[in-house]
């Protein structure tokens, strides 16, 4: 089946830090993409990547790191600089050509919360 | 700067009704815009897609319609049933950016 995972589906973080989320996807999708969502709001961007080891910042980038080692797998560190990180982390990915941009595809999320 | 609205925050209808959903965007210069659906604690899932030369889509009892000049596009919903309560999503993506922007969502109760 193809698809896009995310592991772990919960996550505890204390304070100062760094934990990581995965995400991996065999949908053969250049594009990638991370999301945070709060209760009751849409989904905000944090970081993006169209291809292998370039990324860009979203809107809410601060106290976040990923990297694009490989086509199908784009990790989210959320580091102790981030001081509000409890909230739910969604994965997507698409396919994207010259002529074509396809629909996004999710991944189950991350529920994060810090103690 | 984009922004994207949802009106109304919440809807319950009664099994059987035919309702509609709204988005509305402040900037015309789209590239496509999508519709999504949401459950409790979940991913989003894909509903529609319509590119911006596109006025509508449909899927099944799903219709989607887009008016650029406008700003807004619509999400109907014919013959609701109990498992389409859910939260519904809109999101766009401007033209020369590879960035979406969301709605915050309408959370929908199908009443049986």
């Known amino acids: 089946d193809g698809g896009i995972t995310q592991s772990p589906k919960y996550l505890f973080r204390k304070e100062g830090q760094n934990v990581t989320l995965s995400c991996e996807q065999n949908?053969?999708?250049?594009?990638m993409y991370w999301y945070r969502q709060d209760p009751g709001q849409g989904l905000r961007l944090i970081y993006y990547?169209?291809?292998?080891?370039?990324?860009q910042k979203g809107d809410i980038a601060e106290g976040y790191s990923v990297s694009r080692e490989k086509k199908e797998s784009f990790p989210l560190t959320v580091t102790s600089a981030q001081k509000n990180p409890t909230a739910f982390y969604l994965c997507?990915?698409?396919?994207?050509?010259?002529?074509?941009?396809?629909?996004?595809?999710f991944g189950p999320g991350t529920r994060l919360t810090v103690l | 700067k984009q922004e994207v609205t949802q009106i109304p925050a919440a809807l319950s209808v009664p099994e059987g009704e035919n309702l509609v959903l709204n988005c509305s965007f402040t900037?015309?210069?789209?590239?496509?815009l999508q519709w999504f659906r949401q459950d409790p604690g979940k991913g989003l899932t894909s509903l529609l897609l319509?590119?911006?030369?596109?006025r509508e889509q449909t899927s099944g009892r799903l219709n989607a319609s887009l008016d650029k000049s406008s700003g807004r596009s619509t999400l109907y919903i014919a013959a609701s049933q109990p498992g389409d309560s859910a939260t519904y999503l809109c999101?766009?993506?401007?033209?020369?950016?590879?960035?979406?922007?969301f709605g915050t969502g309408t959370r929908l109760k199908v009443l049986a």
């Open positions: 997507a990915s698409t396919y994207q050509s010259q002529y074509f941009t396809d629909t996004q595809y």
């Open positions: 949908l053969n999708h250049d594009a």
């Open positions: 999101a766009v993506r401007n033209s020369g950016t590879y960035k979406y922007i």
């Open positions: 900037d015309s210069a789209i590239y496509n």
């Open positions: 319509i590119q911006s030369s596109q």
């Open positions: 990547s169209q291809i292998v080891n370039d990324f």
